[in-house]
């Protein structure tokens, strides 16, 4: 019966470490390493183009369908305001989930699944109000500097002011 009950205290241990800690996709954009929640994401996949729609910001390509939903995509080097992507086949979508609804961000390439502590994650530094406006935080892996995509932000304000 002890050992039972020393398994358990093992496995509240962990599950415990596992709440202080959070699971990223990593992808690029240039020489920059952003992330979302892996609970987010839906699906990784190759640009295939989007069907543009009229009256929306540079950073909204447009949408595609996927398997009958409806999805946009937004170019996320536009949405930091460095101008459009050229894509090529090794640009890829991150279909994910806001809220209710799916929405694909163009990147130019994913790189890795990340496990980083919530206590590691910084805020980002006052200076650069787009990614101030645009990150929830950045942490560092392995050296490199990782911001912390806030989806809800980069997905607001896609339709033109009327």
Do not use: C
Not at 77 to 99: C, E, I, L, Y
Request: cysteine-free; overall charge negative.
């Amino acid at each position: 019966m002890e050992a039972l009950s020393l398994r358990d205290d093992v496995s509240d241990k962990s599950a415990i470490a596992g709440q202080n800690t959070l699971q990223l996709i990593a992808f690029s954009i240039g020489e920059q390493t952003y992330g979302v929640e892996i609970t987010t994401v839906r699906e990784i996949r190759a640009w295939n183009g989007a069907t543009p729609l009229p009256n929306t910001r540079e950073f909204v390509r447009g949408v595609i369908n996927l398997r009958g939903t409806i999805v946009p995509i937004f170019d996320l080097r536009a949405r930091f305001g460095d101008g459009q992507t050229s894509p090529t086949k090794n640009h890829v979508v991150v279909v994910m989930s806001v809220g209710d609804k799916w929405v694909g961000i163009l990147v130019d390439a994913v790189s890795d699944i990340l496990t980083v502590n919530r206590d590691d994650i910084h805020n980002v530094p006052e200076g650069n109000s787009i990614d101030t406006e645009l990150l929830n935080g950045i942490v560092t892996h392995e050296s490199r500097m990782v911001g912390l995509i806030d989806l809800h932000a980069v997905v607001s304000g896609a339709k033109m002011d009327g």
